[in-house]
């Protein structure tokens, strides 16, 4: 049991403010809070810090805001003119490629000036030709075109608001009806509404505080949705009939252990409504048959895979020769079962296909595709005639995709891939409307900005064409001027068996990079949740390139770049392997001839940004500075509060520190927080937001108190100079994601680069 104790709870803070202009950061009082676990004590001298109610806590991010905006205030004209070079990179006014869903081609607009996008429509024709009905129409960036409806304009509805932010968007099968939920107060809860297209009026229904995730039913009577518990676990999934009052709402199902998270979703074909429950270990799938008539009741719920099997799953409905099967991809061999062992593990995935009566008993389920060392199935998707499978092998996503003809049996196609030329990229489904001749394809790769491509799955005999049906217009860039590669780097740091592994990294440089051992390098790492940091372009990282920096992606353990085994060997007991991998990844860089060793910076960000405290805490010498985006660095003081948001979900990540004190004494070892040094640190910028309710803002706040305090390193010396300050940028209007609208989150990332580039000296365009 946890004891806090105030040791000076009656004490006032000292003046925390900071006037424009003044060299001196703010210091918060140290009000000392005991903590006790396991027998041991930590004493926490800026726990009041987290009182973001209290006019005090206020004035100090303001006097922190203050401190940062004068001691960059020499950053500006790099941050203006890497906004305009983000800019510049950018087609303002543009459009998504229209995806069809029933009648109407649906599509989004932005336009020049404007924060956020548009959401429109125009009606879809059929004439017969599968092909050419499901053709998207060619539609002209700024240009409306005849009967184009607007459904949504984001900048009408985040007028005189301090930020919007969607939580998603379901249109009825008739087209008349759109549901929408918006967040203004960026605190991921929502208020749904139900706006009537044919006037573009909002009806009387009005839903607050729910969370991601809502669908209509195929009569358009009903919507479901998710509700968050008040540590934001989404744990309720209820049904609004419209026209009737909230307190009338069905409620169809509600998860009560606080380790488990729940969501919904349609199947394809839109006949059955999936609940999702599970975390990072393990799931359970339900289902409800959806009524066709607005008077016939909903169903009871039926288990499809129990969480009693130990499975991690994902579940798709499909129907064989009018039959009722489902698609799932799973983590055991049942196949290969036996009394003393249980299944098989089969860590990267399998596929298997189930009869509806015998869905519940894994012994009766068919491999469709077998377990892989080296391919990770991710997941599925199915249209009426075709499986799409997501996989990663090589460390990058693929699309495979078969036909349902055969599937399970002897007659089963082999899976095919799409051929793309480049070795580092990401295909990735980007739709599978039920009934498309097409699947819709996203392709990108660290240099290839990204291209809409429709897969033809028509005829299979036949099927592969890919249709371009947009490349993204990147103004002013040339592919051809840079240049990536994949190098390995030895695991030398890990811990046991680990220190045999190679570390995947990505490195991106101009081609005129000269390898001469003067180069500056940022490097960039997240390694939590099994989340890949995948091939990707964007225009802003051409403003470090341009500027002669080495990009350098290190793809540490706790990410799911080589499948499962990968994540595994970075969560719980093993986490510090992702610490030592990104600082293994320095290293190597550091010797490789393409880099100075005296300027490279670290980036990261949420579980990044615990990656990053932790990799200073470990090798504060290899950085010259590092910025720290919402940074997840008091980690273990969140995850022993379990009335914290989402702390509970997070015991499959970390481990138990209340319960285990094995966990508790491995999380005190790396947390960042407790673990600073007096010793020299890089120069240091946190980045943060007032309202997020993932990386609550005194996690950074705190740190920066404690790095001040502790470190030996100049703070004084302005960061040009080579000084080392340590700032903190706190958001005052923002969520996880920072500030809402693209021109904000463009400044944001320019203040980012900024930072750094200052830092390595190469604030220079090249020629």
Sequence with gaps: MACMTSASSQQTSTDTTTPAGVSQPPVAEARPVARTHHGHTFTDDFDWLRDKESDEVIA???????????????????????????????????????????????????????????????????????????????????????????????????????????????????????????????????????RDLRTGTDLADEIPNVSYGLVFDATGTRVFYTVPDDSWRPYRI???????????????????????????????????????????????????????????????????????????????????????????????DFSSEDEEHGPTPAPNNMVSLAARDTVTDPRFWRTVVGHSATTKVDGTAVTATHLALGVRRETTPRTLVMPLAGLGTAQQAAPVEPDFGEELYSCELGGAPFDSPFLRLGYSSWVTPTQVLDYEVDGWENSGRLHLRRQVEVPGYDPEQYLVERWWAPAESAAGDARKAAIPLTVIRRQDTEWDGSNPCVVY???????????????????????????????????????????????????????????????????SGWVDPDRIAAMGGS???????????????????????????????????????????????WGNPITDPEVYRYMQEYTPYENVRAVDY????????????????????????????????????????????????TEMDGGHGGASGRYRAWEDRAWDYAFLLTALGATELRA
């Design 607 to 653: 579980a990044g940004g615990l990656l990053m405290g932790g990799v200073l805490n470990l090798a504060p010498q290899l950085y010259r500075a590092c910025v720290a985006q919402v940074p997840f660095v008091d980690a273990l003081t969140s995850i022993l509060d379990p009335d914290l948001p989402l702390s509970a979900l997070e015991w499959e990540e």
């Design 682 to 729: 890089p120069a240091i910028a946190a980045v943060t937001s007032l309202n997020d309710t993932r990386v609550l803002y005194v996690e950074p706040a705190k740190w920066v108190q404690q790095l001040r305090r502790t470190v030996t390193s100049d703070q004084t010396t302005p960061l040009a100079e080579g000084g080392a300050p340590i700032v903190l940028k």
């Design 60 to 194: 100090h991010l303001n006097a922190e805001n203050a401190y940062t905006a004068s001691v960059t205030a020499d950053q500006e004209p790099l941050r203006a003119a890497i906004f305009g070079e983000i800019k510049a990179h950018t087609v303002e006014t543009d459009l998504s490629v229209p995806s069809r869903k029933d009648g109407w081609w649906y599509f989004v607009r932005t336009e020049e000036g404007q924060q956020y996008a548009t959401h429109c429509r125009v009606q879809a024709t059929d004439t017969g030709d599968r092909l050419a009905d499901w053709t998207p129409p060619v539609i002209e960036p700024g240009v409306p075109v005849a009967g184009e409806q607007v459904i949504l304009d984001g900048n009408a509805e985040a007028e005189g608001q301090p930020f919007f932010s969607l939580g998603g968007i379901a249109v009825s099968r008739d087209g008349n009806l759109m549901a929408y939920a918006v967040d203004h107060a960026a605190d991921e809860r929502f208020t749904l509404r139900i």
């Design 238 to 332: 209820l049904a609004h009939t419209l026209g009737t009052g909230v307190e009338q709402d069905q409620l169809l199902f509600q998860e009560d252990d606080p380790g488990m998270w729940s969501g919904l979703g349609l199947s394809a074909d839109r006949t059955e409504l999936l609940i999702s429950v599970g975390n990072s270990e393990i799931a359970e799938t339900l289902a409800l048959d959806l009524p066709d008539s607005p008077d016939e009741p909903l169903s009871e719920l039926r288990m499809l895979v129990s969480r009693d099997l130990g499975l991690l799953h994902d579940v798709d409905p499909v129907t064989l020769d009018g039959q009722r099967h489902y698609v799932i991809v799973h983590n055991k």
């Design 525 to 591: 790492g997240y390694g939590s949740y099994e989340m890949s940091m995948d091939p990707g372009f964007t225009a802003a990282r051409l403003s470090l390139l341009d500027r002669g920096v080495v990009y350098v992606v290190a793809h540490v353990r706790g990410g799911g770049e080589l499948g499962r085994g990968w994540y595994d060997h970075g969560k719980k007991l093993h986490k510090k392997n992702s610490f030592t991998d990104f600082v293994d990844a320095t290293r190597f860089v550091a010797q």
